[in-house]
């Protein structure tokens, strides 16, 4: 007896004649992160995509849970795999759902054949394994109308699964069939559940953090670090571009009035944001704004920062209210690494009175006493690189 996990194809299933292509990207995230657990194959047929551990001793727990945050995947199940003999499926279900069985007071089998050289039809298959294990645990009855558990024996061309109980999966599509795009990252709350929401669409994301040290200290990038590692157990590995944002900061603070500095700060960063993101292949820009969430994120203000670049800029969080991106942060797991307190450079130079309808061409005339084209460019150029 052996334990392996089968995975229903999600939305996928939707995608006519790209179902090939989704399917290939499901199977080659699923392969690169099951990699980092131990060794396992992955193999699609039948609608249905079976992750086999090589070894008896696979960390079965760790790959479920790896599984639950690959997009792509409407539902999942633990099942275990053996002959395809109908002795041998009645024994097995009796040992595997031992645990189970003691929890739950009525049951029923469903089955399904899928190989129809197997020699007893699915209601026969039902009641030979319902009958077993109603002798087995007497203490379980049979409830066909609405059983606490259902048990599934499906016999499929490469071997007999039993199972009982679904897991939802992460849903979404598979990672890399929408395209690249870059995420504005902060160490806020809002840009990490950006990032991952954009992921489920099925994005591959690049991160660019705006650091101001000494205004911003190690401390705030490694948080930024750490958020994207959190990601990344959902968007796959990504790397992070560290650009050096003082000089500029310092610029606008001196050169530009107070109440504008915020909003001319942000085209800036879209600026910077767009030729790096180009030079990595993006089409797209990623931020954590919400609407009126502060000054800054009023139409007006958005509108005045979305001039500064012509790549499209996403905003998935855009309609949500705190709470609810809250409660995605949290079940991402990203939530408390996001409320330690380190300073980000758009809270440094925060002016007392920002404008929340700023008119483009007076922010444009603030901005123009800088001579920022070179520096973006020294910008752009001195990005790091981190490879999370
Ligand atoms: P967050 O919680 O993501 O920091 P916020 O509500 O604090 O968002 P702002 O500080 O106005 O809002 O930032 C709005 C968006 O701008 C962020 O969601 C993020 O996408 C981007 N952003 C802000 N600061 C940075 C930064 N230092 N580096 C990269 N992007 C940033
Ligand atoms: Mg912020």
């Known amino acids: 007896m052996k334990e392996v996990i089968l995975i229903k194809l999600g939305e996928i299933v939707l995608k006519g004649l790209n179902r090939k292509n989704f399917e290939d990207r499901l199977i080659k995230s699923l392969k690169r992160r099951l990699h980092k657990i131990g060794r396992f194959e992955v193999r699609a047929a039948q609608s249905t995509i079976t992750?086999?551990?090589l070894y008896d001793d696979a960390d079965m727990d760790e790959a479920v849970s790896c599984v639950s945050k690959v997009f792509g995947i409407a539902a999942f199940s633990r099942a275990c795999s053996v002959e395809k003999d109908i002795e041998t499926i009645k024994k097995a279900a009796g040992e595997y759902l031992e645990e189970r069985f003691s929890e739950i007071k009525s049951f029923k089998v469903e089955s399904k054949r899928s190989d129809k050289k197997f020699p007893l039809t699915s209601p026969e298959i039902s009641i030979e394994v319902g009958t077993y294990l109603a002798d087995l645990y007497p203490d379980v009855e049979v409830d066909v109308h609405d059983p606490e558990a259902v048990v599934t024996v499906e016999i499929r061309?490469?071997?007999a699964y039993i199972h009982c109980g679904v897991i939802k999966g992460a849903g979404g599509i598979?990672?890399?069939t929408g395209g690249k795009a870059a995420i504005l990252i902060s160490g806020g709350i809002d840009s990490p559940v950006a990032a991952y929401m954009m992921a489920k669409r099925g994005i591959e994301l690049t991160a660019i953090h705006f650091a101001s040290p000494p205004y911003t200290s190690v401390r705030a990038e490694e948080k930024v670090a750490e958020l994207l590692q959190r990601v990344g157990e959902y968007s796959g590995r990504l790397n992070m571009y560290t650009v050096p944002f003082t000089k500029l900061q310092e610029e606008i603070r001196d050169k530009c009035r107070e109440e504008y500095s915020t909003i001319i700060m942000r085209r800036f960063m879209m600026m910077i944001a767009e030729k790096i993101a180009s030079e990595h292949e993006c089409q797209a820009l990623i931020t954590g704004e919400s609407l009126g969430q502060v000054a800054s994120q009023t139409i007006g203000a958005i509108a005045c920062t979305d001039s500064a670049c012509s790549m499209p800029v996403f905003r998935p969080l855009i309609g949500m209210d705190k709470e609810e991106?809250?409660?995605?942060?949290?079940?991402?797991?990203?939530?408390e690494v996001s409320i330690r307190p380190?300073?980000?450079c758009c809270t440094v130079f925060t002016p007392k009175h920002p404008r929340?309808?700023?008119v483009l061409k007076n922010v444009i005339a603030e901005q123009d006493k800088i001579?920022?084209?070179?520096?973006?460019?020294?910008a752009v150029k001195n990005t790091r690189l981190t490879e999370l």
């Open 157 to 159: 061309d490469s071997a």
């Open 342 to 344: 380190y300073e980000d």
């Open 325 to 335: 991106i809250i409660s995605i942060s949290r079940k991402i797991n990203t939530f």
């Open 356 to 358: 929340t309808r700023p």
């Open 174 to 176: 598979p990672i890399g």
């Open 371 to 378: 001579d920022y084209i070179p520096l973006i460019e020294e």
């Open 51 to 53: 992750v086999t551990p």
